[in-house]
């Protein structure tokens, strides 16, 4: 978890010749939620077993943050619950806002992925807020990668 990982492969025929190696091609395996700090509001940490490596991190305290300090990045992936009365998180790299996401939907879904613009690689705090009153916020995990 929270690493990249990238992958290219090339062919060899019986007679011994081989091929280029292909284009590579890159995933990011997600920090689950327990890897970001809770660093201000009420935040609730359930299990579900339909989440990402099994538990969530909510709070329905407005302006609540959790953060992830150190990383090196130039995009970011938030993983999310959405439901009928979620709200919307702001996701900041260093202070800096990212994006806003809207997290309601009219049925509750696991592990939706929210991608905002990408960024020039940095070290970065990468920190998740929500920034709708009278609203939840559910995050699942956190995919911090270089593009």
Same mark, same amino acid.
């Given at each position: 978890?929270?690493?990249?990982? %990238?992958?290219?492969?090339?062919?060899?025929?019986?007679?011994?010749?081989?091929?280029?190696?292909? !284009?590579?091609? %890159?995933?990011?395996?997600?920090?689950?939620? #327990?890897?970001?700090?809770?660093?201000?509001?009420?935040?609730? #940490?359930?299990?579900?077993? &339909?989440?990402?490596?099994?538990?969530?991190?909510?709070? #329905?305290?407005?302006?609540?943050?959790?953060? &992830?300090?150190?990383?090196?990045?130039?995009?970011?992936?938030?993983l999310v619950t959405t439901c009928?009365? %979620?709200?919307?998180?702001?996701?900041?790299?260093?202070? !800096? &806002?990212?994006?806003?996401?809207?997290?309601?939907?009219?049925?509750?879904?696991n592990r939706v992925l929210l991608?905002?613009?990408?960024?020039?690689? !940095?070290?970065?705090?990468?920190?998740?807020?929500?920034?709708?009153?009278?609203?939840? &916020?559910?995050?699942?995990?956190?995919?911090?990668?270089?593009?």
């Open positions: 978890p929270g690493r990249t990982y %990238c992958f290219s492969a090339r062919a060899r025929d019986e007679a011994g010749n081989v091929s280029g190696f292909t !284009h590579e091609k %890159c995933t990011t395996v997600p920090l689950d939620d #327990r890897s970001l700090a809770r660093t201000s509001g009420t935040w609730t #940490r359930s299990t579900n077993r &339909l989440a990402y490596n099994g538990t969530v991190t909510s709070t #329905r305290t407005y302006g609540a943050t959790m953060t &992830l300090r150190g990383a090196w990045v130039s995009q970011v992936g938030v009928s009365t %979620c709200g919307t998180v702001a996701v900041y790299s260093n202070g !800096h &806002l990212l994006g806003t996401f809207s997290t309601y939907s009219r049925t509750r879904r991608i905002p613009r990408g960024f020039k690689y !940095h070290e970065a705090t990468i920190t998740l807020k929500l920034v709708q009153r009278s609203r939840k &916020l559910i995050i699942d995990g956190l995919a911090a990668t270089r593009t």
